[in-house]
């Protein structure tokens, strides 16, 4: 009867070890997406999916879901905002090159800029083409994709 539960036990143990390994593997599995290796270094992509597999999840998920263009409601606050500029994808930092129009339905924001306030909306002016794009505030897009990931 001893032998019979130590057998269960290891073979416990290997399913466990099995499940788990499976579970990380899917979860490198996952393809980076192509609009991240515009603005980010690829050595820094490829080390987020081995390393913070997490991170690179919130940054694809930024994508799509971190921005929103500003409504005619914004247009009056225009002159006080910033324009958008491009990002170096090697070091992050801000180039001297003003984003000047934007397709709305193909933004692609690694590409750009920005800097995300904790607890209030950032917005930008793109160029002199009167679009503003919005970037929702750190704590608020946090709570964002805490709900997506739970879809």
Known sequence: MKNKSLIMVILFIMLSFITINLLGQNEKAKVIDNRLKQGYDLDYLENLETN????????????????FIAGEE??????????????????????????????????????????????????????DSGIIIGFYPALENAKRYNNYKKQ
């Open 52 to 67: 913070s597999p997490s991170t690179l999840s919130i940054l694809t998920y930024d994508l799509d879901h971190s921005w």
């Open 74 to 127: 914004i247009q009056p606050k225009a002159p006080s905002m910033d324009y958008l500029y491009y990002k170096n994808p090697n070091t992050g930092e801000k180039t001297d090159v003003r984003v000047e129009s934007i397709d709305v339905n193909n933004i692609n924001i690694a590409k750009f800029y920005y800097e995300r306030e904790h607890d209030s909306y950032k917005f930008y002016k793109i160029g």
